[in-house]
């Protein structure tokens, strides 16, 4: 089956800093990704589509400053916290569309905790 | 938007019992699906039913759909204590690439 790497699995870091996730599709190619957040306990909450090539389409109330996406080729979507604040702590995880363009393969995840 | 709710929140069960869980979403749709989720990780895809399907099996999993009342049910039989995760049903959003996912079914399978 489709397999999505995403990486790191956990961060830790402080307020005002930058944090990248990367995902990645490692044996499909991937021209829609999907960044979810999900909060304990509550089910997952689409954040943004990113799209190979252009720019991501962002969800009503999420901020496309504070949560860059870039998917500049067909196997990486990466997504970047600017300035991360306490706040931002969550589980972010990544799916990709896979090859018959109906199923949703997922990373891992990412525990982001910032101090 | 939340489209799909799963009923119940919380299930705990026997190893070895069935366990069914239900999602009732909103809008129309051209499949359903049923994702599980381990504490921590990321989701797997179970099942995916067709908006012209009624029941669909795959090995211990079986899915009903009734697009007249706009509701799924995700039947687990005989049950491991693997089985232990959270289950959540998405829909394509009225035919959308995007998933909406509802908020989910906590298992507990008690050896």
């Known amino acids: 089956g489709a397999v999505v790497s995403q990486h790191p699995s956990r961060v830790i870091c402080k307020s005002g800093t930058s944090v990248k996730i990367e995902c990645r599709s490692l044996?499909?190619?991937?021209?829609?990704m999907f960044w979810y957040r999900q909060f304990p306990k509550q089910s997952l909450m689409l954040m943004a589509t990113?799209?190979?090539?252009?720019?991501?389409?962002?969800e009503q109330g999420v901020e496309k400053d504070k949560f860059l996406i870039n998917h500049a080729s067909l196997t990486l979507s990466t997504l970047t916290v600017t300035s991360a604040h306490p706040e931002d702590s969550s589980f972010y995880i990544c799916?990709?569309?896979?090859?018959?363009?109906?199923?949703?393969?997922f990373g891992s995840g990412t525990q982001l905790s910032v101090l | 938007s939340q489209q799909g709710e799963e009923d119940p929140q919380a299930l705990s069960i026997q190893e070895g019992e069935n366990a069914t869980m239900n999602c009732s979403y909103k809008?129309?749709?051209?499949?359903l699906q049923w994702y599980r989720q381990n504490s921590g990780r990321g989701l797997v895809h179970l099942i995916l039913?067709?908006?012209?399907?009624r029941e669909k099996h795959s090995g211990r999993l079986r899915v009903t759909l009734d697009t007249s009342k706009k509701s799924s049910s995700l039947l687990i039989t005989a049950s491991r204590a693997a089985d232990t995760a959270s289950y959540f049903c998405?829909?394509?959003?009225?035919?959308?690439?995007?998933?909406?996912f509802g908020k989910g079914t906590k298992l507990t399978v008690n050896p």
């Open positions: 799916s990709a569309l896979g090859p018959q363009n109906e199923k949703l393969f």
């Open positions: 044996d499909f190619q991937a021209t829609t």
């Open positions: 990113s799209n190979e090539g252009s720019k991501a389409t962002y």
């Open positions: 809008t129309s749709i051209n499949n």
């Open positions: 039913i067709r908006s012209n399907e």
């Open positions: 998405a829909t394509d959003d009225g035919g959308s690439e995007k998933l909406v």
